[in-house]
């Protein structure tokens, strides 16, 4: 039973517009809710995070939102840019905090 | 500040055998995770080490164990490999002690092929 799902394998958008990256979970012991970029060869790098006791954070081009009600993050980037062409994950932990549990990851095309 | 560094890059084994994956953490962080990624899928968490000691496992079966050293580096053993053990393992460190929001951040993953 996956408790974080990213329901669009893939996403295309044009360099310049919003992207717009959804993540839904069940668990309502999650609490604490992170993103993650991942380039080829690489490991997910650690993009921005969030607290169950918000529903916004912003850093940057980058902001997640929170509706805890609907058990829903999204990630906005704004602008979109070719070089965040990568797959992105949703994280999530409960209030254990020992581990992360992610969901399938979404591949965001970015075209010039 | 150096990142988290993991070895060997790819490995290829036989199903039977027996793998050690190494994997050093960023400079400053005292635990270390470790993570399953099969193609196509999002990493799932095999276990975590902090102080030397298992803290936390997920669900995965006793074949898969790991080690910390005093140094926070750490290894990840699995023995009797099978088919299904192709994956690529990914490792985190993190400092402990910040609560749930201590982030992990990843080395760039041992990929293994077993035959």
């Known amino acids: 039973d996956q408790q974080v799902k990213q329901n669009s394998p893939s996403l295309s958008v044009q360099e310049g517009r919003i992207s717009i990256l959804n993540c839904d979970y069940t668990n309502s012991m999650f609490d604490y809710f992170l993103w993650y970029k991942k380039y080829p060869a690489e490991g997910p790098t650690f993009l921005i995070s969030?607290?169950?006791?918000?529903d916004k954070n912003e850093d940057g081009r980058f902001t997640v939102f929170l509706n805890k009600s609907a058990k829903h993050l999204s990630l906005h980037i704004v602008p979109s840019q070719p070089g965040d062409s990568a797959v992105y994950f949703c994280?999530?932990?409960?209030?254990?905090?020992?581990?992360?549990?992610f969901g399938g990851g979404t591949r965001l095309m970015v075209k010039p | 500040e150096t990142g988290v560094t993991q070895s060997p890059t790819h490995l290829i084994k036989t199903r039977g055998q027996q793998v050690t994956l190494r994997c050093s953490s960023q400079s400053g962080h005292n635990t270390v995770s470790w993570y399953q990624q099969a193609l196509g899928q999002g990493p799932q968490f095999i276990f975590q080490y902090y102080r030397e000691e298992e803290n936390g496992r997920g669900n995965f079966p006793p074949r898969f164990s790991g080690l910390q050293f005093p140094n926070y580096s750490s290894e990840l053993n699995v023995n009797a490999l099978e088919l299904d053990d192709s994956a690529l393992y990914l490792c985190a460190s993190s400092l402990h002690g910040q609560g749930r929001t201590d982030t992990q951040y990843f080395g760039p993953g041992t990929r293994l092929t077993v035959l």
């Open positions: 969030i607290s169950s006791i918000k």
């Open positions: 994280a999530a932990k409960d209030n254990a905090g020992n581990m992360l549990t």
